[in-house]
Nanobody
């Protein structure tokens, strides 16, 4: 009933830029927070950036000043602009959307939805 589709991952060289997108679709009533997490090999999943519906943002210290999160509420889409990429940014990136959706009839349920993940590799 709800689907998240990520795009934009791939290979980048140190210092280059990549942009990730994540579009939510389905029987969505409302969306609150949208965010990006990442998981490097052998590491735990960590928060990269978060944006509230009103546009307030929060970033991991490791990406502050280099990454920018934004959202288009009309398109139910969240973006992550990644500049000045570093090899340590290499990871699978997952979008996360906290939403309320129509679960059947007049019923609404909350959901913490995750994208399928997109691999970002930073290497020369």
């Amino acid at each position: 009933q709800v689907r998240l589709v990520e795009s934009g991952g791939g290979l980048g060289q140190p210092g280059e830029s990549l942009r990730l997108s994540c579009a939510a679709s389905g029987s969505i009533f409302s969306i609150t927070d949208m965010g990006w997490y990442r998981q490097a090999p052998g590491q735990q999943r960590e928060l990269v950036a978060l944006i509230t519906r009103s546009g307030s943002t929060n970033y991991a210290d490791s990406v502050k000043g280099r990454f920018t999160i934004s959202r288009d509420n009309a398109k139910n889409t969240v973006y992550l602009q990644m500049n000045s990429l570093k090899p340590e940014d290499t990871a699978v990136y997952y979008c996360n959307v906290r939403l309320t959706y129509y679960s059947g009839g007049y019923y609404l349920d909350d959901l913490d939805a995750w994208g399928q993940g997109t691999l970002v590799t930073v290497s020369s």
